[in-house]
């Protein structure tokens, strides 16, 4: 299958700072990004869908301000936690789609950790 | 919005025993996608189911749509330790753009 990289894989900061995670699609156009989060022992929530070009459109409940996501590319998506809080701790995975394929590819994940 | 739930959440079988996991969608799919998560992973696409009540397989594992499209099974015979994970289930959503609404998940443990 296709290859998504994510990066960094984990990270740790202090409260109040931003961190930006990026996504990369490395041997296909990913049409569509999706962002998720999952906490411990829970299920991937999708934060938001992003098409090449153009605003993301986030999930209820997602704070767009707080939760920057740009996909400048047909393989590159950014994900910005904005001013970050110690409940903004969890696992960030981001996928791409393209209407070629069936299926999702994930990237191996972010884990965000806020002091 | 559009809900997907499996059941059970947790289970736990010997090595040899079969598992299955059962997923149900609050409204109507077009299709049905499988992943595996091992522990610390991230989600690999197994499968994707289209027809009302196709049956797919792969080896050991056995999937099933159903007749109404709006659930799913996952069954495994004869679990091995490499079966380790949590499996979800996920229904596409059209809202513009196709997004996928993942299950709740079920957590394999298989004791060798």
């Known amino acids: 299958g296709a290859v998504v990289s994510q990066h960094p894989s984990w990270v740790i900061c202090k409260s109040g700072t931003s961190v930006k995670i990026e996504c990369r699609s490395l041997d296909f156009q990913a049409t569509t990004m999706f962002w998720y989060r999952q906490f411990p022992k829970q299920s991937l929530m999708l934060m938001a869908t992003s098409n090449e070009g153009s605003k993301a459109t986030y999930e209820q409940g997602v704070e767009k301000d707080k939760f920057l996501i740009n996909h400048a590319s047909l393989t590159l998506s950014t994900l910005t936690v904005t001013s970050a809080h110690p409940e903004d701790s969890s696992f960030y995975i981001c996928s791409g789609g393209a209407f070629s394929y069936n299926e999702q590819f994930f990237g191996p994940g972010t884990r965000l950790t806020v002091l | 919005g559009q809900q997907v739930m499996q059941i059970p959440q947790y289970q736990h079988v010997q090595e040899g025993e079969d598992f299955t996991t059962y997923c149900n969608s609050s409204?109507?799919?077009?299709?049905i996608q499988w992943y595996k998560q091992r522990p610390g992973g991230h989600p690999v696409f197994l499968i994707q189911?289209?027809?009302?009540?196709e049956v797919k397989k792969q080896k050991r594992l056995t999937f099933q749509f159903g007749e109404a499209k709006k659930n799913s099974s996952l069954h495994i015979t004869a679990t091995q330790t490499t079966d380790v994970g949590t499996y979800f289930c996920a229904g596409p959503e059209w809202m513009g753009t196709y997004k996928y609404i993942f299950g709740t998940g079920t957590r394999l443990k298989v004791l060798a």
């Open positions: 409204t109507t799919l077009s299709n």
């Open positions: 189911l289209v027809k009302s009540g």
